[in-house]
């Protein structure tokens, strides 16, 4: 009896797998086991996966901003750096007389130092 009970065993798991396999290759299995069952959860799946790569975009773009920005920060520093420079060098006293020589102005150097008034009061 035990002999006819395991025969019977292995006649059924044959005919299961191959209904699995031609359920699955036809499509059914897929459709109505699978994916509907899990509907809501393929659903969630599907708009993680959509906010992840929007995510991802949006970091990208915060990132070439950055870069860009920096690099502006950097090339007006420079030139603030610069126009400092210049600034310092033209108002040395001696680029100042040179200058109003050059323009034909008739301004004079002092010759004697500058005095302070001192007032009194009451």
């Given at each position: ?5 395991e ?8 005919a299961?797998?191959g ?5 699955f ?42 870069t ?46 500058p ?8």
């Amino acid at each position: 009896m035990a002999e006819i009970k395991e025969k019977e065993g292995k006649k059924a798991s044959p005919a299961k797998s191959g209904s699995f396999l031609k359920e699955f290759l036809s499509g059914s299995m897929v459709t109505e086991k699978i994916i509907l069952r899990n509907l809501w959860y393929v659903l969630l799946i599907t708009l993680l996966t959509a906010i992840y790569i929007g995510n991802r975009f949006h970091a990208e773009k915060i990132t070439r901003e950055l870069t860009k920005t920096q690099r502006e920060v950097r090339d007006l520093r420079s030139e603030s750096l610069s126009t400092s420079a210049d600034l310092m060098n033209l108002s040395r006293q001696s680029e100042v007389y040179n200058l109003i020589k050059e323009r034909g102005l008739t301004l004079e150097e002092l010759k004697t130092p500058p005095y302070k008034v001192i007032v009194n009061k009451k």
